[in-house]
């Protein structure tokens, strides 16, 4: 229930802390696994000792997670891969049993695992696992059935603040984005179906509700959107607030901070509070950047218990030394990731790095494209499909953005080992591929040109993308070669509408030096979550996918530079900008970057920026 008039300041009342993470994405512990040493850097272990910190402050408190712990990182994806025993636990869910988890909340990347192995790992848990819009089909597999339910009642004996003791019924139910049924469609096939949050969301409340609970509490994998609710939303915790019977809620999936002053400008969010809607809600950022924490006051009533007054707060952990219990307890798990990363792949001829992603000319997503066509160009070779063109669509995954000045991708020239490859492929995406025309091909890559912001000529320096937009929704096609002209409005908004009918950023687009026609028959390359709809991309539909496989692309990338070396293959260079006359883009890189300037024509270093980049402009050819 939204917050009333507070009772009396010497009135009795419950206070109970809720605390949370979300998208911890395997950072147990606070070790770069590309880069194959220790880093300053958030983990769980940082988290674990915040949280024996933050529950001494405490008379009474609840931990839940919001999803998204089992995959993202070597330490997590080792464990991924194959069943899990007695002797082989998940380190994520052995830390999460560790810190004593009341609850948690399915994410989608959950679902990056086989259903099978899904299984294995989550029957794991000594904690009840929920999700009330994914739900198995006839054809799950029985190990799938009952591992998660929609919600829960938890009986919890509460003690107020003149210390009588209390025993309170508190619902708890969650909800992902519905999308995860086509962003893992590779994996979940038809086993599992899924239904709008903001549906689910209401009829776990009522359901709660109904059977008697006195506080409800939501776990939302799901972020932030102030655009009108609409069916199917990926980000709808603001219209959750808006339900009635909620208490309290906690949100995750955008990686963002929640409540911090850059919350989105709305009327129903309070931003410092931390409420929507008037309910105290807690978004802890990812990887363990921070640690939820809502404080809640209770007071009882003649129609029950209600909350009267909340706070929330999202802890940072950065400093925070790391719980040396839980490091002991993970130490089994990360050496045999250290062996397992350290496995000799072959030599690199040359260096691979993502430091000037946004530019024209990038190694490291050539590979990855010459490694995903070389691959299919083997499967498809007794096929109907071998003869039609293949382009191969691959993004920056480590770009910078939300994940700092040290999340880029870079690679020494020289001998290369498995955690090399997971620096290139940072997201255990399988590979797809759909059967598009040359005017959706074309659609395609106006989607991916929205990346950047609009240029305008002779006025100087500009920033050159978009914040908003992460970099592995910048798709590059290789098999083309085509110009993006920014001087033009982007075609199509950030959630795939249309935005500007009339407008066409990306011109000269040719295949083998001759203009696509609208109506030619290609194949597109792409990793699966791409295929799902995941960046919203045009055309991206399960009725355009004609090739699934459930092969890792970073494992089709090891077998590739085993093979080669990873020296440049045939395809040159996709694309360029139109020229524009009197103007810069400025664009943020890691500091590092600096030794790689000369290949990039164009380039001059501005500075250090106060978040730690390095800040570039590059001058447009004019």
């Given at each position: 229930?939204?917050?009333?008039?507070?009772?009396?300041?010497?009135?009795?009342?419950?206070?109970?802390?809720?605390?949370?993470?979300?998208?911890?994405?395997?950072?147990?512990?606070?070790?770069?696994?590309?880069?194959?040493?220790?880093?300053?850097?958030?983990?769980?272990?940082?988290?674990?000792?915040?949280?024996?910190?933050?529950?001494?402050?405490?008379?009474?408190?609840?931990?839940?997670?919001?999803?998204?712990?089992?995959?993202?990182?070597?330490?997590?994806?080792?464990?991924?891969?194959?069943?899990?025993?007695?002797?082989?636990?998940?380190?994520?869910?052995?830390?999460?049993?560790?810190?004593?988890?009341?609850?948690?909340?399915?994410?989608?990347?959950?679902?990056?695992?086989?259903?099978?192995?899904?299984?294995?790992?989550?029957?794991?848990?000594?904690?009840?696992?929920?999700?009330?819009?994914?739900?198995?089909?006839?054809?799950?597999?029985?190990?799938?059935?009952?591992?998660?339910?929609?919600?829960?009642?938890?009986?919890?004996?509460?003690?107020?603040?003149?210390?009588?003791?209390?025993?309170?019924?508190?619902?708890?139910?969650?909800?992902?984005?519905?999308?995860?049924?086509?962003?893992?469609?590779?994996?979940?096939?038809?086993?599992?179906?899924?239904?709008?949050?903001?549906?689910?969301?209401?009829?776990?409340?009522?359901?709660?509700?109904?059977?008697?609970?006195?506080?409800?509490?939501?776990?939302?994998?799901?972020?932030?959107?102030?655009?009108?609710?609409?069916?199917?939303?990926?980000?709808?915790?603001?219209?959750?607030?808006?339900?009635?019977?909620?208490?309290?809620?906690?949100?995750?999936?955008?990686?963002?901070?929640?409540?911090?002053?850059?919350?989105?400008?709305?009327?129903?969010?309070?931003?410092?509070?931390?409420?929507?809607?008037?309910?105290?809600?807690?978004?802890?950022?990812?990887?363990?950047?921070?640690?939820?924490?809502?404080?809640?006051?209770?007071?009882?009533?003649?129609?029950?218990?209600?909350?009267?007054?909340?706070?929330?707060?999202?802890?940072?952990?950065?400093?925070?030394?790391?719980?040396?219990?839980?490091?002991?307890?993970?130490?089994?798990?990360?050496?045999?990731?250290?062996?397992?990363?350290?496995?000799?792949i072959g030599t690199l001829a040359q260096p691979l790095h993502s430091f000037f992603a946004?530019?024209?000319?990038?190694?490291?997503?050539?590979?990855?494209?010459?490694?995903?066509?070389?691959?299919?160009?083997?499967?498809?070779?007794?096929?109907?499909?071998?003869?039609?063109?293949?382009?191969?669509?691959?993004?920056?995954?480590?770009?910078?953005?939300?994940?700092?000045?040290?999340?880029?991708?870079?690679?020494?020239?020289?001998?290369?080992a498995m955690s090399h490859v997971t620096d290139l492929q940072y997201f255990p995406n399988?590979?797809?591929?759909?059967?598009?025309?040359?005017?959706?091909?074309?659609?395609?890559?106006?989607?991916?040109?929205?990346?950047?912001?609009?240029?305008?000529?002779?006025?100087?320096?500009?920033?050159?993308?978009?914040?908003?937009?992460?970099?592995?929704?910048?798709?590059?096609?290789?098999?083309?070669?085509?110009?993006?002209?920014?001087?033009?409005?982007?075609?199509?908004?950030?959630?795939?509408?249309?935005?500007?009918?009339?407008?066409?950023?990306?011109?000269?687009?040719?295949?083998?030096?001759?203009?696509?026609?609208?109506?030619?028959?290609?194949?597109?390359?792409?990793?699966?979550?791409?295929?799902?709809?995941?960046?919203?991309?045009?055309?991206?539909?399960?009725?355009?996918?004609?090739?699934?496989?459930?092969?890792?692309?970073?494992?089709?990338?090891?077998?590739?530079?085993?093979?080669?070396?990873?020296?440049?293959?045939?395809?040159?260079?996709?694309?360029?900008?139109?020229?524009?006359?009197?103007?810069?883009?400025?664009?943020?890189?890691?500091?590092?970057?600096?030794?790689?300037?000369?290949?990039?024509?164009?380039?001059?270093?501005?500075?250090?920026?106060?978040?730690?980049?390095?800040?570039?402009?590059?001058?447009?050819?004019?």
């Amino acid at each position: 229930m939204r917050p009333t008039s507070p009772p009396a300041p010497d009135a009795p009342h419950i206070p109970l802390t809720l605390f949370a993470t979300s998208d911890v994405h395997g950072h147990l512990l606070s070790y770069d696994y590309a880069a194959d040493q220790p880093a300053e850097a958030p983990s769980l272990a940082r988290i674990a000792t915040l949280l024996t910190l933050e529950r001494a402050t405490t008379r009474n408190s609840l931990l839940f997670d919001n999803g998204d712990f089992l995959q993202g990182t070597a330490l997590a994806d080792l464990f991924a891969d194959h069943p899990v025993s007695d002797e082989r636990r998940h380190p994520a869910i052995d830390a999460m049993n560790a810190l004593g988890v009341d609850a948690a909340a399915l994410g989608n990347h959950e679902f990056n695992l086989d259903l099978e192995t899904l299984a294995s790992v989550l029957a794991t848990a000594q904690f009840p696992l929920l999700s009330a819009n994914l739900h198995p089909t006839e054809s799950a597999p029985d190990t799938l059935r009952g591992l998660w339910q929609p919600s829960i009642l938890l009986p919890r004996d509460l003690t107020d603040t003149d210390g009588v003791t209390h025993r309170l019924t508190i619902g708890v139910f969650g909800v992902l984005p519905p999308q995860v049924v086509l962003w893992d469609h590779s994996r979940i096939g038809d086993a599992l179906t899924s239904e709008d949050i903001i549906d689910a969301a209401t009829r776990a409340i009522a359901d709660l509700r109904a059977q008697g609970a006195d506080l409800v509490i939501g776990l939302c994998h799901t972020g932030i959107d102030t655009a009108p609710a609409r069916p199917g939303m990926e980000n709808a915790g603001l219209h959750i607030a808006a339900l009635p019977g909620l208490d309290a809620m906690i949100l995750g999936h955008t990686h963002l901070r929640f409540p911090a002053p850059d919350a989105p400008n709305h009327p129903a969010i309070d931003a410092t509070r931390g409420t929507l809607h008037g309910v105290p809600a807690v978004l802890p950022n990812a990887a363990g950047g921070a640690l939820g924490r809502i404080d809640l006051r209770l007071a009882q009533s003649d129609t029950g218990w209600q909350v009267v007054d909340a706070q929330s707060r999202a802890l940072p952990t950065r400093d925070t030394p790391e719980d040396p219990a839980l490091l002991a307890r993970l130490a089994p798990a990360h050496e045999d990731t250290l062996t397992a990363i350290r496995r000799p792949i072959g030599t690199l001829a040359q260096p691979l790095h993502s430091f000037f992603a946004p530019l024209p000319g990038c190694d490291a997503l050539r590979l990855v494209a010459e490694a995903q066509a070389a691959y299919l160009a083997t499967v498809f070779q007794d096929s109907p499909l071998a003869d039609l063109p293949l382009i191969s669509a691959v993004a920056p995954q480590k770009a910078g953005g939300r994940g700092g000045p040290g999340h880029f991708t870079n690679v020494a020239a020289g001998p290369v080992a498995m955690s090399h490859v997971t620096d290139l492929q940072y997201f255990p995406n399988d590979l797809a591929v759909l059967r598009l025309t040359g005017a959706e091909i074309a659609d395609w890559l106006e989607m991916a040109a929205g990346f950047f912001h609009q240029i305008t000529p002779g006025d100087g320096d500009q920033p050159l993308t978009d914040p908003a937009i992460p970099a592995y929704n910048f798709d590059t096609l290789y098999g083309l070669t085509y110009e993006i002209d920014l001087t033009a409005p982007a075609r199509f908004a950030a959630d795939g509408s249309l935005a500007a009918p009339e407008s066409r950023r990306i011109r000269a687009l040719c295949l083998n030096e001759a203009p696509l026609a609208p109506d030619a028959d290609l194949l597109l390359a792409v990793n699966t979550y791409r295929a799902g709809g995941g960046g919203y991309f045009p055309n991206a539909t399960p009725a355009k996918t004609v090739y699934e496989d459930t092969t890792k692309i970073r494992d089709i990338v090891a077998r590739h530079i085993s093979e080669t070396g990873g020296a440049p293959g045939l395809w040159p260079d996709p694309w360029r900008f139109t020229p524009i006359s009197g103007a810069a883009g400025v664009l943020d890189t890691a500091p590092t970057a600096a030794t790689y300037f000369d290949a990039i024509p164009g380039l001059t270093a501005l500075g250090p920026t106060e978040t730690g980049f390095l800040r570039l402009r590059y001058d447009f050819p004019a």
